[in-house]
């Protein structure tokens, strides 16, 4: 009978263990001490909660193998899930009965669906949309499309980036007053008796240039308050730094504020389903969350998020 040493194979097994897991306990050192603000470690935070995924399925692969590093892959597994399950609790409280619907798409340089698109804004009875990179013929586009007989208020920036629609008189538009890449497009409107202002955001990509798109986020703070509802393109997850900064200026995720932890909107339209959340509702303390939600739209690599918020 031959008998063979499984040793060395069992030694292979657990040094790729080791291997695999190193990755992710880096990834969780920079996710918990916030080490990928405006720097490139914000490509690979893009993909946390998929990594987190990851690491709970190699707790237990290496559990059932009986591999020391089971251990280490359940305790990086708790701290991620200790990261992430609080945005999938609803945050209780009472809505008021003053409701504002808003909606943002980023029009991929114009060449998003433009009559579905206005039909979209119809059918969620919006009353306001921000649409990023829409040049000239974008907003040509919409206009042939009938987006002036749902939304005539409008507020565009073809110049720049991103243009805001509205069921609502627009007032005080123009471009914020702050150090973006890209012109940010502000407007107020006026509901229950309050303004609100919106801010239709577009940030650098962390690709492109991260400490451009850090900067980004940051200068964005100087519009955070109560009655603020900043949408748009942010480039940026909850799990990155730049953007938990945004946050803790005074504003709220309207996904995490209901449970939503997991809504992905990027990429859209490609070969593989959307992984990544880019495209987000913020708000102040002034408004609350009621409902949000992802639409798909032809022509754009982002699917469209809308979300109800109500005066609170």
Do not use: C
């Not at 790729?16 to 969780?28: K, S």
């Not at 009472?94 to 979209?120: C, F, P, Q, W």
């Not at 949309?129 to 073809?158: K, N």
């Not at 859209?268 to 303390?285: E, R």
Request: proline share 5%; aromatic share 6%.
């Amino acid at each position: 009978m031959t008998v063979v040493d499984v040793r060395p194979r069992r030694r292979v097994v657990a040094w790729l263990g080791w291997a695999a897991l190193a990755p992710v306990a880096g990834l969780v050192l920079v996710r918990v001490a916030g080490l990928d603000d405006g720097n490139v470690l914000a490509l690979p935070m893009a993909g946390f909660p998929l990594v987190a995924a990851g690491t709970v399925l190699l707790a237990v692969v290496f559990g059932v193998l009986r591999m020391k590093a089971a251990w280490l892959a359940a305790g990086l597994a708790v701290v991620q899930l200790a990261v992430l399950v609080p945005r999938f609790v609803p945050d209780g409280g009472e809505v008021g009965a003053v409701r504002l619907r808003v909606g943002t798409i980023n029009a991929l340089v114009g060449r998003v669906d433009a009559a579905a698109l206005v039909e979209l804004a119809r059918a969620e009875r919006l009353d306001v949309l921000a649409v990023q990179e829409l040049p000239g013929a974008g907003v040509r586009s919409l206009a042939a499309a009938g987006i002036d007989e749902v939304l005539p208020y409008q507020e565009l920036h073809p110049e720049e980036d991103t243009s805001i629609y509205s069921r609502l008189p627009l007032h005080g538009g123009g471009l914020l007053a702050a150090p973006t890449t890209w012109g940010q497009t502000v407007a107020k409107v006026e509901i229950g008796g309050r303004v609100v202002r919106l801010v239709g955001v577009h940030t650098l990509y962390p690709l492109g240039d991260a400490a451009k798109w850090g900067r980004d986020l940051a200068a964005l703070r100087v519009a955070a308050g109560p009655d603020v509802v900043m949408l748009g393109d942010f480039n940026a997850t909850l799990d990155h730094a730049s953007l938990r900064g945004l946050l803790d200026a005074g504003l709220v995720d309207t996904h995490a504020e209901l449970g939503r932890g997991w809504a992905p909107t990027w990429p859209s339209g490609w070969w593989v389903p959307p992984v990544t959340q880019l495209d987000h509702v913020l708000h102040g303390a002034g408004l609350r969350g009621v409902s949000v939600g992802e639409h798909t739209l032809g022509g754009s690599d982002h699917r469209m998020v809308v979300a109800e918020l109500a005066l609170a």
